[in-house]
C-alpha cells in the first residue's frame, strides 16, 4: 500500500534550517509530484510548494521562494523539503502529500518547533 | 495569487441534519476545486475534486457543486464522523495551491 513516512520531531533555533524527509513506498516514486502543507496549531492548511520527483522541478509558493528548496533521492524514494532562516513562526507540524484525481496520501507529519 | 474564502466560519449541525459550506474564490478557478476534511491530529483527507467528483472511498452523503468563483460543499445528513474541519482548495492542474482558512462542523 502507498505510504509515505516522514522524519521525527525537530527543535530548531531562531536562523537556523531544518530539512524534513518523506519515504514513499507501495508505488513509483518517480510518478507522482510531492506537494508539501504546513499547519501552525490551531491553524489552516499553508501550502508550500511541489516537486516532481522525476525532473526535480520545482514550484514554491511565493510567501517561501528563496527560504525552501524541495530536492529528492530517486535511489532511495525520499523527498526532502528544507527551510531556511527559520523563525518562531515557522513552528508547525509540516507534511508531505501525493495528491491528484488518483486519489491522495499523507506523511504523519513533521513537527518543526522553533524556539531559542 | 487566488484567495480563497471560506463561510461560515463554525457551523452547528445536529446529527442526521444537512451542512452546507461556501467556498468563493477571488478569481475563476474554473472547476479546479477540492474540498478535504480534516480531525485533530490527522492529515487532511481528500473529499472532493473537480469540484463535484467524490474522491475513492468517499460516501455519497458528500457532494460538491460550483465553478468559477462559487462553491459548495454539502453533507446530506450528518454522521457523528463528519464532525471536522473543512478545507476548500484550488490547484492549477495539481502545480499550484490555496486553501481557505477552514469551517469548523460542530455538533450543536
Known amino acids: 500500500q502507498v505510504q509515505l513516512v516522514q522524519s521525527g520531531a525537530e527543535v530548531k533555533k531562531p536562523g537556523a534550517s531544518v530539512k524534513v524527509s518523506c519515504k514513499a513506498s507501495?508505488?513509483?516514486?518517480?510518478?507522482?509530484?510531492i506537494n508539501w502543507v504546513r499547519q501552525a496549531t490551531g491553524q489552516g492548511l499553508e501550502w508550500m510548494g511541489w516537486m516532481n520527483p522525476n525532473s526535480g522541478n520545482t514550484g514554491y509558493a511565493q510567501k517561501f521562494q528563496g527560504r525552501v528548496t524541495m530536492t529528492r533521492n530517486t535511489s532511495i524514494s525520499t523527498a526532502y523539503m528544507e527551510l531556511s532562516s527559520l523563525r518562531s513562526e515557522d513552528t508547525a507540524v509540516y507534511y508531505c502529500?501525493?495528491?491528484?484525481?488518483?486519489?491522495?496520501?499523507w506523511g504523519q507529519g513533521t513537527l518543526v518547533t522553533v524556539s531559542s | 495569487e487566488i484567495v480563497m474564502t471560506q463561510s461560515p466560519a463554525t457551523l452547528s449541525v445536529s446529527p442526521g441534519e444537512r451542512a452546507t459550506l461556501s467556498c468563493r474564490a477571488s478569481q475563476s478557478v474554473s472547476s479546479n476545486l477540492a474540498w478535504y476534511q480534516q480531525k485533530p491530529g490527522q492529515a487532511p483527507r481528500l473529499l472532493i475534486y473537480g469540484a463535484s467528483t467524490r474522491a475513492t472511498g468517499i460516501p455519497a452523503r458528500f457532494s460538491g457543486s460550483g465553478s468559477g468563483t462559487e462553491f459548495t460543499l454539502t453533507i446530506s445528513s450528518l454522521q457523528s464522523e463528519d464532525f471536522a474541519v473543512y478545507y476548500c482548495q484550488q490547484y492549477n492542474n495539481w502545480l499550484t495551491w490555496t486553501f481557505g482558512q477552514g469551517t469548523k462542523v460542530e455538533i450543536k
Open positions: 502529500a501525493r495528491v491528484g484525481n488518483s486519489g491522495d496520501y
Open positions: 507501495g508505488y513509483t516514486f518517480t510518478s507522482y509530484d
